[in-house]
């Protein structure tokens, strides 16, 4: 079973809308911890944000937004007022305690965004 | 700046030779390292896991004979690609936790490096 879903393979926007990703995950641990990376076409990821799972607090960046909901296994996250710059492929990303002291990271398969000018 | 250096960035080479990937901790140590694949427009998936003196976990599917690995130290994971092949083509990735010392913490987001884009001809 696939443990990160992001259903959008591919979203395509004008400038200055606004854009949400979707990310749904599926875990049995009660603690775990989510993430989003950003690859632009470079390809080096980016860290965007993390959020263990006792904290559903959303959480504002500038114009990035997320919202955690444990009750529905999602950690969507929102560009406001999206640019050109922020066209690239985002990740979603569970970790897991993986054995021992290690704890695994899981990819969704990404969505790409393209902001058009 | 960056934290993990993975060098070579980019390597295009022959069928049959083998190809070593250097992922580096910089100002931290790292006994834990990560590996992953990333096959065009596709996801990353994690190849293994490096562990600073003891032997690498293999994740389900991956050949340890074919993706060497080693962590003499604990700023230091190769991955050496053996005997390459056209299909063994593709983006390799490492990663460290962003924690110094022993153990991992789940919360610490990885350090990735830029990547390695091999290209087997």
């Known amino acids: 079973a696939q443990k990160v879903t992001q259903a959008q393979t591919e979203i395509s926007v004008v400038e200055k809308e606004d854009v949400t990703l979707d990310c749904v995950y599926e875990?049995?641990?009660?603690?775990?911890?989510l993430f989003w990376y950003k690859q632009p076409p470079s390809g080096e990821l980016v860290f965007l944000i993390r959020?263990?799972?006792?904290d559903e607090q959303n959480e504002i960046s500038g114009r990035y937004s997320w919202n955690f909901q444990k009750s529905t296994s999602s950690f969507n996250f929102t560009i406001t007022a999206s640019q050109v710059v922020d066209s690239a492929v985002y990740f979603c990303?569970?970790?897991?305690w993986g054995g021992g002291s290690n704890y695994k990271l899981t990819f969704g398969k990404g969505t790409l965004l393209t902001v058009n000018p | 700046g960056a934290v993990v250096s993975q060098h070579p960035s980019r390597v295009i080479c022959k069928s049959g030779t083998s190809v070593k990937i250097e992922c580096r901790s910089l100002?931290?140590?790292?006994?834990?390292m990560f590996w992953y694949r990333q096959f065009p427009k596709q996801s990353l998936m994690l190849m293994a896991t490096s562990n600073e003196g003891s032997k690498a976990t293999y994740e389900q599917g991956v050949e340890k004979d074919k993706f060497l690995i080693n962590h003499a130290s604990l700023t230091l994971s190769t991955l050496t690609v053996t005997s390459a092949h056209p299909e063994d083509s593709s983006f390799y990735i490492c990663?460290?936790?962003?924690?110094?010392?022993?153990?991992?913490?789940?919360?610490?987001?990885?350090?990735f490096g830029d990547g390695t884009r091999l290209s087997i001809l």
């Open positions: 990303a569970l970790s897991e």
């Open positions: 959020r263990n799972s006792f």
């Open positions: 990663s460290a936790p962003g924690v110094t010392g022993g153990g991992v913490m789940g919360n610490q987001p990885q350090h």
């Open positions: 875990t049995r641990d009660t603690t775990y911890y």
């Open positions: 100002d931290f140590q790292a006994t834990t």
